[in-house]
Every structure is written in C-alpha cells, then in structure tokens.
C-alpha cells in the first residue's frame, strides 16, 4: 500500500510539472503569434487606423505587443516613444516591426502597473486592446496618470462589454475560458467604467459592434481621456 501511495504522489506530481511546461510552452510560443494574428484583423485594423495616428510628442504605447500600431503613427508627430508590454517575445516583435517602419523605439518589459518613467513625462498614451488583459486595470491607469505631463491625453480603442443582455450572457459563460486560451483577456470589461474608476474624464467616446467579427468580442469603445 505504501508503495502504491508513493507511486499516486509520483504520478500527480509528474503530472502537474507537464501541465506547468505545456502552459509555458504555450505562452512563450504559441500565444504571442496567435494574439499578433487575431489583433490584425482587417476591422481592428481599421479601428487603429482611426485612434493611433492623433499620438504626439512623447508618446507611450500600453501594451504595445507585436507592435500592430506601428506603422499608424505619424512620424513627424513624434519625438520619443516608449512601447510597453510584460511579454518579451511580443516585444521582440515590436521592435521589429518599429525598425521596419523607422521608428525608434524604447522598449519596457513590464507590467502596466509598474512603469519605469519619471512622472509628467508623457504627451500621449496609447491604449489599444490592452485594458480587457491588465490583472488590474485600475492600479495600471493611476500608474498611467502618474507620467502623463497635466495637459496630456489617452487615445483608446478596446473591446468590452455589450450592450445587449443575450450577448453578455455569453460574454460572462466564456469568459473565464476565453482568459485561460487568451492571455488573460476578458471579453466583458465594462471600458468607460474603468477609465472613470482609473481617474480619466473622457471626452469623446464612439462605440458600436465591428463588422465581420463575433459579437461577443466585437463591441468597440474609442475616443480620447484626460484628467
């Protein structure tokens, strides 16, 4: 019977250690090709095309990924730009893409809710698809607020909460899966609520479903914020 209890303990314990490497393996090589693929459909596309190109001065991009914004930024506009995400690989990418359409950028491997700038440092923030995945968007917009110069702004294009009950219905069952395949994406963030709760006033907000894509992950908030 001992030996049968050790040999139990073994197995699970070999069994937990596969879990952790396949769940490693899948966020180092897996996961930034696939977010890099479904963040660049043509209406997300679009949707930048619409926010990202009023950045100027110092500008810093939250969750900057494989660097999808990249080539929607108007150069002249631009005097330093900071791009910012916990995912090394998905930096890489970034700075690919940045040498790819001549921008220099300052890359930070980290967390939104830690930025490693000196406060009143920031012209512009850029926030695109990024406030569903933050643990905890609230601490990552103070933290925001914390470098932005006092006349600065936010540009932000995320997805979030519908407007229909039978849509979030569905939003809330897929949820907690939905994180688990994604990154920690969450489909039913209410985004206007959380930029209030962050401390930003926002002053233009346009929402409506993109075309072409699902609607439990397609219903759109953009517009500018300050404080």
Known sequence: ??????????????????????????????????????????PITY????????????????????????PYYEKSKINKFYGLDPSGELCDMAEKTASENDIDINLIV???????????TIDTVVITYTLCTIPNPIDALKEVKRVMKTDAKILFCEHGIAPDK?????????????????????????IPDILKNGGFKINSLEKMYLPSTPRIVGYNYWGQASY
């Open 1 to 42: 019977k001992l030996h049968m209890l050790m040999l139990v303990l073994i197995l699970r314990q070999c069994h937990s250690m596969s879990l952790t490497m396949i769940k490693k393996s899948y966020e180092k090589y897996v996961l930034p090709k696939l977010l890099d693929c479904c963040c660049s459909t043509k």
């Open 47 to 70: 949707q930048r095309k619409k926010v990202v190109p009023n950045a100027h001065g110092n500008i810093l991009e939250i969750g900057i990924g494989s660097g999808l914004n990249l």
């Open 110 to 120: 980290n967390g939104a809710e830690e930025i490693k700038l000196p406060q009143d």
């Open 166 to 190: 039978n849509v979030i219905k569905w939003q809330n069952r897929i949820n907690p899966l939905w994180g688990k395949l994604f990154g920690g994406c969450n489909i039913n963030r209410d």
